[in-house]
């Protein structure tokens, strides 16, 4: 071989030797090129920190879940009010004589004209009325309110004017009489467009007496006596009167009656309370608002009266311009200062349930 051959393949030789040392070179750029990442193995160092440890729950617990809002008490900075209602009852004998005769029509509209304007002074002095109808008044109104009389009360009738236009709270009253109980009555004012009340609005409580009225039947719904399909359930007791209101007990409070034989003892089950009526009189109301003053009856005791503004109070002669400024300016002016709330019934055993806990007093003086 001669001198030019071995100098070819020494050129060919260092060629191969130059390509075999680029080859990772280019496998790494073509890796590159097909998408995948170049890293350089790591090696430990003796310097290296440590690698941090697992981040540590606080020790400041997380807040509580919300709980519901408890009813605020009564305000320790204010005076405690006595809580009064206004009311009226129409008797079973109202309006008078048989219904399809002309002196009971004109006794009807007679009582109708003074209940409305009744009601529009209440609603001008923003004082809460409840009104508490027995059966007769009721029959009454569904026979005599047609359209031209109602054409004069919006076209609806005196009940549903005086409740819905002049904010007059509408109870149930009934001597259960006249084969009507306190179901029947409640059916008639749904009848009428103003049920829903569960007041049972005046009954004899003292169960020595023959006409006790058996106030814990209503533990349970009712049925109707004329209209036995009807059932109604009473659980707010106003009035504990006797016959003829001739030795009611004086007494004011809420409590729920434990049994008949044990009226004024309360029971913490049980499902009907009692409201208080004390006096029947502004005396009574004056005398209660005395009893907080003077600490002899703590505020966390809700002291409750009631005040019967009679039909016979609002047909009289000035009777209106009297009930205003014997009865309802007086006590306008005791609200005013926070010393009484007007309310009605169902709102004042809201009031007991919410702001005083539902929590039993009573107040009697002592003899």
Request: hydrophobic fraction near 40%; charged fraction near 15%; include cysteine.
């Amino acid at each position: 071989m001669g001198a030019a051959e071995n100098m070819k393949r020494r050129a060919r030789a260092g060629l191969l030797a130059a390509w075999i040392g680029l080859a990772p070179l280019v496998i790494s750029a073509l890796g590159l090129a097909c998408g995948q990442t170049a890293t350089e193995p790591t090696q430990p160092s003796a310097t290296a920190p440590p690698s941090s440890p697992p981040p540590v729950a606080s020790a400041t617990p997380p807040p509580p879940s919300p709980t519901p809002p408890v009813p605020p008490g009564p305000d320790p900075s204010q005076p405690t009010p006595v809580h009064v209602v206004l009311f009226t009852h129409i008797e079973d004998n109202t309006p008078a004589g048989p219904l399809d005769a002309p002196q009971a029509r004109t006794s009807y509209l007679n009582l109708r004209a003074r209940l409305i304007a009744m009601g529009e002074l209440a609603r001008r002095l923003a004082v809460p009325w409840s009104l508490e109808p027995d059966w007769k008044f009721l029959l009454a109104a569904q026979s005599f309110e047609d359209a031209d009389r109602m054409a004069s009360t919006g076209g609806v009738n005196v009940l549903r004017h005086l409740r819905d236009t002049l904010g007059v709270i509408i109870d149930p009253h009934s001597h259960e009489s006249g084969g009507y109980n306190y179901t029947d009555v409640a059916h008639l004012l749904s009848s009428l467009g103003v049920g829903g009340s569960t007041v049972i609005g005046g009954h004899i409580w003292d169960p020595a007496l023959p006409q006790f009225q058996q106030w814990d039947r209503f533990r349970a719904p009712v049925s109707g006596l004329r209209y036995p399909t009807a059932t109604w359930r009473g659980d707010i007791l106003m009035g504990s009167g006797t016959p003829n209101h001739v030795n009611d007990p004086v007494v004011s409070g809420v409590w729920r009656p434990r049994d008949r034989d044990n009226y004024f003892e309360d029971d913490p089950l049980g499902n009907i309370a009692c409201v208080g009526a004390f006096t029947h009189d502004l005396a009574g109301v004056s005398d209660l608002v005395e009893r907080y003053r003077t600490g002899e009856v703590a505020s966390s005791c809700m002291l409750t009266t009631s005040y019967h503004i009679r039909p016979a109070d609002l047909l009289a002669p000035s009777g209106l311009a009297s009930i205003e400024s014997t009865v309802l300016q007086p006590l306008v002016t005791l609200r005013g200062s926070g010393k009484i709330a007007l309310t009605d019934f169902t709102g004042l055993v809201s009031t007991w349930k919410q702001r005083f806990g539902a929590k039993a007093c009573q107040y009697m003086p002592k003899k």
